[in-house]
């Protein structure tokens, strides 16, 4: 009996570490806050006050400041690669204090993204679908003690409902009342094909190596009649300035042209993208990214 | 009774578990190594090597070199948002090898450090007050093989305490022998109010966005009768010298003012702050932190 | 008799927990990817995704681009202070999609390397020896889906794969083929003492403080006669170029000589090397480091 009971309670206690082991538990933060402060430890820090077997990773915490743009590409950039069930971070929130709703959103994929609604979801709803979204309840969902804090909301609101929600404290419905799946978007040029011409933007610039991506697809490159190692006219415009015009090789991979030459490639997202082999593109030809950006291509 | 004593060693293994659980196990570092050569990846390697159960995390690498102020500034700024029983270590150390003591102090809040005592306590003495003070005999708690190194006091002595202390091999008394509590301390202006006029100090700036942070708080403000969306004339001196002067409001927030204003403003810590909404204050008007820098404020 | 297979159970879940507790389950990634952008949080996605109680760490991602030599010192620099069994991700791959084989090392101190065979593992080589290597075969040790990336072998294959090794779902075997245990090795200049001169070359600066770091270990130094206390005759030059020549003392530790002076000591890896007490030698003096800067000393 008593035997029974002890045994009960050793099943319960290793049946319990299964669960925790089955439950995702992570939370991966992206923010513009730099690491050369504190903003990032101390949101770290609360995470680890409610539940301190959360595992913290970091998608970047060296978003340009301000730059929601940027933010929204790198977290559509890698969530996909994470497990279901992660919890993700994203704060770059130029409107703090503002009107802009603190929110929870669930993705049709099963991952969770807590950030002010400003913009950050715009490329992870066009990718993977928004299932649900949450407001969160800032008089249920705030760090104790944090109630005349108006500055920081990444550490007493989003780190600290996202680590409630990561270890089950709170379930999902309990971050507050449910809003329209309709998020804040930032509007850009899609890209599109006419005949064999196509018309994109650069979202981005692989920064550590000075590579610019598109927002260009392969079936995109396909429907404009570009194959495996054709010539590709590149022109880039910064709003209505040609800034760069250059055919190039359409190769799989960057040793596939002499080193310094010019190349494009797709790259690790499949996009299209332009590169110099063991070179530095952007810099040499003074191409920036964003909303102004627009490339055209053609064979 | 074969059972039973397999359930012994069960209920022991199970134990054992919550025991790991309900303790810390957990080791923030904090230095001016920088994150580009293996300093820091040699620390948290020994860390591992002691127990690699042991979570690490980090405040920052990214203290200016040899800036014990701001390390004791980044220390007291987080440290009270991680749990109980955290080891942290501390170490920016440009007397490695002379006569500063290698101590573990514990908080009146239940947080260890371990650090050369050479200032990096100043404000967290200040703020929660320390309860006691150990100095690490480099006899015992030194990684064996590691006796000639004499540079890399961090990875060799600071590093593999802590890992000791935070996964329980060793015990707080174990580190070495009692010291007085007093810490070695930096000397810097206090804030004080004289009437309705407030003198304070910079102790930091807010560098991933150029905002100025004072060591001036709320009741402070208060006392000195500036209220929220009060004016307040604000004056900032490098030693003697006067480097900005202006009249800016006090409010809740950044989007309280519009974009390119002037705003002051209670910060994260409750401090009183100085910004630009969307811009850079400290890079527009050169404002440095640190002992020489003082601020003058009145409503 | 049910109680029973319920303790068989949970001694089977009992002991799950201390295998996993007894293998290694650590990732250390090393890239000069940056941490600006996704790259580095797609890899660790991917480990998460092989097994999320793989515990990840960094040694660095801020090797300069392409410079597979300081890849291969801060890996050197680093490996030892990790426990046995701990699997290491180095990629810094100029070559990616050429003809360099994917690889993974065990080393004879028991560390894994999963690495592009590039020259990454030169010195761990000679200063631990390898004791087997195996192609990685991208049949099978490919992410599901990555069929097409060429550009990304550092998510689809080497993060992949260090996360199947080091959490034993594949053995070391079933990487794929043996290869000879000859790696790829880049070829510099050794130190080597010729009656009371000794030559050598500079690997790497201590970046952060600008301390120069030479490959000339305490047995050199002791064999030219040069004792603690020594002054010490140092010339630097890059190529054929003299670039700096002076004399300096032999310390134990930097506060052995005043403020802004010049010294020499044993670094924390035991190596000879020359510093600023408080200051940056290697800005002063414009000193680099890699293959072509060489340094000799006497007496």
Known sequence: MKLRSILCLLLAATFNIFIVKAQNNMVVLETDFGVKDGAVASMKGVITQVDNNIRIYDITHEVPAFNIW???FRLQQTISYWPKGTVFVVVVDPGVGSKRKAIVAQTNSGHFIVTPDNGTLTLVAEKMGIKAVREIDE????????????????????AYTAARLASNKITFEQVGRALPQQISAISYQKAIAESNTIKGSIPVLDVQYGNVWTNIDEPLLRQAGIKNYDPVM??????????????????????DVPEQELLCYLNSEMNFSIAI???????????????????VIKK
């Open 70 to 72: 940027e933010a929204a």
């Open 139 to 158: 008089k249920t969902n705030r760090l104790p003690g944090s109630e005349n804090s108006y500055t920081f909301h990444g550490r007493d609101i989003f």
């Open 234 to 255: 590149v022109q880039i415009f910064d709003k209505d300035r040609l800034v760069f015009s250059s055919s190039m090789l359409f190769v799989n991979t960057f040793s």
């Open 277 to 295: 082999n063991m070179g530095n593109f952007a810099e040499r030809f003074k191409i920036g990214s964003g909303p102004s950006w627009k490339i």
